[in-house]
């Protein structure tokens, strides 16, 4: 099987039979990491060039290893040390590096849709690691994978997403693919924090009390406040957002039944999630981290074999 699309721009542009694939394929890649030796020669003599003008830690990494243990050859950039803080524009910058002969770019951008732009004006294949506050595929793919480890399926499944919707790229991109996939969503979180169309134009539920959200779900995904985006005080203090909407041990130990607690990291620990429940046996965040790395080596490889025959 195949993608029916040559990028990977967003969850949006996915078929639920290209989720399936890609989730398929990150199956037997995970398989191939627990060997004693985790590397396998399916993308060698592949260029690939990491695009970074925003701060990452979990997504370049992950990238990178994904990359190295399909034996790819990688170029880093990052904004801050290249000619971009001379005044570059990003579509020179992109086809000085396409010179050298680059396969895939994988991409994370402070602009929303710049991938796309990317896409339009270049030959490589594009993989989105995140666009502003519109998308970020490849989380969403990995949230969904770990469901589905611990769950056995997606279909039917009832999945809270909780936190900062307004300024989350991570909500999308999981409200989009959970949709596709059959689960039911509810997002969560202050009035303030939750885009007043959601509901309308997305089909999910929309909560303003945690705890009630919480006896719903079979899983929370809690994200983070973020702070850097907001151009406002959106709430009024840290603090008060904790007491209000913060997951602690207690909260979890009154619902009727165990739930599976997911986070996308970086963890704000006593803000959205205490460490009692960051770090608890609900908490399966130290596993989406390892399964990232397998499905991105599914999607850049899948990618590739769709570029090779164009």
């Known amino acids: 099987m195949q993608l029916s699309t040559r990028h990977l721009l967003g969850i949006k542009d996915l078929t639920a039979q290209d989720i399936q694939l890609i989730l398929d394929t990150a199956a037997q890649f995970k398989e191939v990491l627990q060997r ?4 396998v020669p399916s993308l060698r003599d592949v260029t690939i060039v990491n695009l970074f003008y925003e701060n990452s ?5 992950s990238f990178e290893l994904a990359e190295k243990r399909l034996s790819a050859d990688t170029i880093n950039f990052t904004a801050s040390g290249s000619s971009a803080a001379k005044g570059e524009t990003l579509l020179d910058t992109v086809n000085n590096i396409l010179s050298m002969k680059v396969d895939l770019v994988v991409m994370r951008h402070s602009a929303s849709g710049a991938p796309h732009f ?11 690691a995140g666009d502003g506050i519109n998308e970020h595929p ?7 994978f770990s469901i589905r480890e611990k769950l056995g ?3 039917g499944k ?5 936190g900062d919707i307004m300024h989350s790229r991570v909500a999308l991109s999981n409200i989009y693919l959970l949709k596709k996939m059959g689960a039911e969503v509810t997002v969560a979180g202050p009035p303030t924090l939750i885009p007043k169309y959601l509901q309308q134009a997305f089909g999910v539920n929309v909560s303003y009390n945690i705890e009630e959200t919480l006896k719903w779900c079979d899983v929370a995904n809690v994200l983070r406040i973020q702070l850097e ?6 709430f009024s203090s840290l603090r008060e957002y904790n007491l209000a909407y913060g997951i602690n041990r207690k909260l979890l130990d009154s619902l009727p039944k165990e739930i599976v607690i997911m986070h996308p990291g970086p963890i704000n620990r006593g803000v959205e999630l205490d460490s009692d429940v960051a770090d608890s046996k609900q908490s399966i965040i130290l596993q989406q981290v390892e399964n990232g790395v397998a499905v991105r080596m599914a999607a850049l490889y899948l990618l590739a074999g769709k570029r090779s025959e164009n």
């Open 158 to 162: 009832k999945v809270a997403i909780l």
């Open 153 to 155: 399926t997606l279909e």
């Open 138 to 144: 490849t989380q969403a793919l990995l949230d969904a």
């Open 36 to 39: 004693p030796i985790k590397k």
């Open 118 to 128: 990317l896409a339009k004006h270049i030959p490589a294949a594009i993989v989105n």
């Open 57 to 61: 830690t979990r997504t370049r990494i």
């Open 229 to 234: 985006r907001q151009s406002q005080p959106l």
